[in-house]
């Protein structure tokens, strides 16, 4: 009997049954988030996880610490080591006031999408080997799992998925891990982070500290650079949020100047100083600004928040967000028509540069290190300016908005067709 050979349809065909197209095997559906806690480092994993597609088929883990008491002193020390050293010191000395009281709490709600479609759920705490065998248990049913961390404490449980279910997963680490690239399929991480490489850096950082300072190798084919951080501000996100805003921000007069500040850090150090100036520059600039909307982050300091609501607390041009009710800060990337922000923030100036809308920043001259290349890319660029208090506001001006989100995914898909896996449309 002869043999009848059916035709294969192409590959891609759209409508086609997943049969066609490898099957399930081959198809990410879903997705795993690593955390620590941090919404900075969270928030730029959801925003990756946003940009492949899976914003409503993911779940939330976070790698937690000991806290309170000494557990202060050793967050130093590599998360699994600082757990293990917290036990020793209960079993020596119980709940003393020198220790914590580190028992897992349950974490805070996540969107009710949080994986239960497929398959995950929210559990107390990441757990490599938990979360590998969820991979693998599930991969003839679900297909393989992406996996998307970012933070320190999230390195070592994201490589350690990797080497526990290589066949099943797709690893990403945000942020440069300071270990061994090729413990993960791919790495996203900011150009200055390679900063230590550069002749500059390398005559800031002494020989013998270089090793112990990421990274200690150039980036391979592996690595994703981006200018800042990756964030959710993406166009739909900004439709949605002018929507939601309208009633409150379209009638102010324009233009309307958004003003977010952050807080001090090791590498941009300010206080009260910084306060004055941006005080008295914003003063200057009231005359050709129509509104001024402020709002400070969970970092700013008790005394700068009391320099800038002195000053402008009973001012009827402008409004400063006190951290009451819904925040505010999707609808000002929506509707202002600029923005001044203070320059320790990555994440604040990554979205607000992704408007395409003129970004005014200040205190860049007090950042140091890698910090100080972040703002130099940036101005290089063209995509902010110094604030002084000479500009006018009314005189706007634009250049291409950073998509540091987007390029990152297109790099994953490019990396996970290489593999012969496709995400799900």
């Known amino acids: ?90 079993q020596l000395w119980g709940d003393s006031r020198v220790l914590s009281s580190f028992r897992k709490k349950q974490l805070a709600p996540f969107p009710a999408e949080n994986g239960m479609k497929a398959g995950l759920s929210s559990v107390l705490e990441a757990d490599a080997r938990h979360i590998a065998n969820m ?8 297909g393989p799992l992406l996996v998307v961390a970012s933070g320190r404490d999230t390195v070592s449980l994201a490589s350690s998925i990797k080497k526990l279910a290589p066949s099943n997963v797709f690893v990403v680490q945000i942020q440069h891990p300071r270990v061994k690239l090729n413990r993960f399929d791919m790495v996203v991480t900011p150009h200055h982070d390679y900063y230590p490489l550069t002749p500059a850096g390398q005559q800031q950082i002494p020989r013998f500290l270089r090793r112990w300072i990421t990274p200690y190798e150039p980036p391979n084919k592996n690595v994703v650079l981006t200018v800042g951080a990756l964030h959710q501000a993406d166009s739909t996100a900004l439709r949605l949020a002018a929507s939601a805003w309208h009633d409150e921000l379209a009638p102010l007069p324009k233009p309307l100047l958004v003003v977010n500040i952050g807080g001090p850090t090791r590498h941009c150090k300010y206080g009260a100083d910084l306060a004055n100036q941006l005080a008295g520059s914003l003063y200057k600039v009231l005359a050709t600004c129509g509104s001024l909307r402020i709002s400070f982050s969970r970092r700013t300091p008790q005394k700068v928040c009391e320099i800038i609501l002195k ?30 922000i203070t320059a320790d923030s990555v994440s604040m100036l990554s979205e607000a540069c992704s408007t395409g809308k003129p970004v005014y920043v200040i205190g860049a001259e007090r950042c140091t290190w890698k910090f100080s290349s972040f703002h130099n890319t940036l101005k290089d ?16 001006w634009s250049y291409p908005p950073l998509s540091d989100t987007a390029e990152a995914a297109y790099r994953i898909r490019e990396a996970l067709a290489e593999q012969g896996w496709t995400l799900k449309r």
């Open 311 to 340: 000053e402008f607390g009973g001012h009827p041009k402008a409004y400063i967000w006190d951290g009451e009710g819904a925040n505010p800060h999707m609808g000002h990337l929506a509707w202002a028509d600029a923005f001044v």
């Open 1 to 90: 009997m002869r043999m009848i050979k059916l035709p294969e349809p192409p590959s891609g065909t759209p409508g086609m049954p997943e049969i066609f197209e490898g099957g399930v095997y081959t198809v990410i559906r879903r997705a795993v988030v690593i955390g620590n806690g941090f919404a900075g480092a969270e928030n730029q994993c959801l925003g990756l996880v946003r940009a492949l597609g899976l914003s409503d088929r993911h779940s939330l883990y976070r790698v937690t610490r000991p806290t309170g008491g000494i557990n202060e002193w050793l967050r130093w020390l590599p998360v699994s080591l600082h757990k293990k050293l917290d036990y020793i010191l209960r």
């Open 381 to 396: 660029r063209g995509v902010v300016r110094p604030f002084t208090g000479n500009e006018d506001m009314a005189d706007s």
């Open 135 to 142: 991979a693998q248990e599930t991969f003839e049913k679900e």
